[in-house]
């Protein structure tokens, strides 16, 4: 308890002293807050462990772990086919573009060469993949804002797309149609016809969200300014992506160290950035990139539709074994950069994989980024960093 002493003196009469008490209450007092692991404003079972100064945030700490599933244990038991479908898993958005970097990892570590269509077919469906992925945000970060109409305009233009992905795999999300060498099989008959119209559909109604979302004042008012991320932390923490991209560090693995038919496809792709760092950035930096994949996503129905006949995979031995030695990949995946480290015995199964996931590394920055924002902010902030949990604990 402190003290505080008040002296009064009038005309004739003794000065008179009143002490007052005062409670711990009127003291600056930390509370620490739990946003986790099961609550409504994250994408799963994170945890963000507050501490507040009244409605200021002033520490946060993400705990991760709680959905872990030891993957990369897992991998030093499967073959090269079976790790595929370990792999495709963990971020749950992005199947297709999973599988890729494996086998891009292994392909390179067998040194082999994949036939054309398959190179061709492969970028087109990392596309459309992506288009997938942005899509889901799109949707939902709108309805953690409030904003509920939004997120049934994604679903209906994800039916679109999940249809051709669906009649082409068998699978709705993990699509297991990548393997060492190529791809399962060729495209169905008339598929290329069906893919392009699906594609025209989603972006002739892609303006919906221009409409609904970064036209709204309201939206507008929650996101701009609010949870600025600067270069320099991006750069600090490996942040990548279109995190990144939305605060200037202009880097995309498809034009700065092309893979598959990206070398190619140079006029058409276009890497999306933005200066100001903040919420809004970051959502309209992820609805041009939807936009950009889909234009991808055309180009190669029309390279495909030019390239002859021809097998769209290598033929395997029964026991597929990688030559002794590591190699690193790393592709650009819809929520940022993925690496894969393989390093093999020359046995049938990884001796280490070891996976390097966009969304471990992008959420690490909120421990710089929310210190000195409100907790009213903090939902928005947390929305627009676009991660899945699975892609952060692996």
């Avoid at 199964?349 to 907790?375: C, D, H, M, W």
């Amino acid at each position: 308890m402190s003290q505080r002493t008040m002296t009064g003196s009038t005309a004739g009469t003794p000065g008179t002293q009143t002490t007052v008490g005062v409670g711990g209450a009127a003291e600056s007092t930390d509370m620490v807050l739990n946003i986790g692991p099961q609550h409504p404003s994250t994408h799963g079972v994170l945890r963000l462990r507050l501490v507040l100064d009244g409605e200021l945030i002033s520490a946060v700490e993400p705990v991760v772990g709680y959905m872990h599933r030891g993957a990369e244990k897992l991998f030093e038991a499967r073959d090269y086919r079976q790790i595929i479908v370990l792999a495709n898993r963990h971020d749950w958005l992005s199947a297709f573009s999973n599988e890729l970097g494996v086998v891009l990892a292994v392909e390179r570590m067998l040194g082999m060469e994949v036939p054309e269509r398959a190179v061709w077919t492969r970028t087109l469906l990392a596309e459309l993949n992506r288009v997938l992925n942005h899509l889901m945000f799109l949707g939902s970060y709108p309805l953690e804002l409030g904003g509920i109409t939004p997120v049934f305009h994604a679903f209906r233009e994800r039916e679109e797309l999940q249809h051709v992905m669906e009649e082409l795999s068998g699978g709705r999300m993990h699509y297991m149609f990548n393997r060492v060498g190529g791809l399962k099989e060729d495209l169905p008959a008339g598929w290329q016809g069906r893919a392009r119209h699906a594609v025209s559909a989603v972006r002739s109604r892609m303006d919906t969200f221009e409409r609904l979302v970064t036209g709204n004042e309201i939206f507008r008012g929650r996101t701009r300014g609010v949870g600025v991320l600067a270069p320099e932390t991006v750069q600090a923490y490996g942040v990548s992506g279109p995190i990144a991209r939305a605060s200037g560090v202009d880097f995309d693995l498809r034009r700065d160290e092309p893979y598959l038919a990206y070398g190619e496809l140079q006029d058409t792709l276009e890497v999306v950035t933005r200066s100001e760092g903040d919420c809004l950035a970051r959502f309209e930096v992820l609805l041009d990139q939807a936009y950009n994949a889909l234009d991808l996503a055309d180009a190669c129905l029309d390279r495909l539709g030019q390239l002859p006949p021809g097998p769209i995979n290598q033929r395997l031995p029964k026991v597929l074994k990688a030559p002794e030695g590591a190699t690193y990949a790393w592709t650009e995946n819809p929520l940022g950069l993925n690496g894969y480290y393989l390093v093999s015995k020359g046995e049938k199964t990884p001796y280490r994989l070891k996976l390097r996931s966009a969304s471990f590394n992008n959420i690490q920055a909120l421990t710089e980024l929310l210190p000195g924002t409100l907790v009213a902010d903090m939902v928005a902030i947390l929305g627009s960093f676009f991660f899945v949990v699975g892609d952060i604990d692996k």
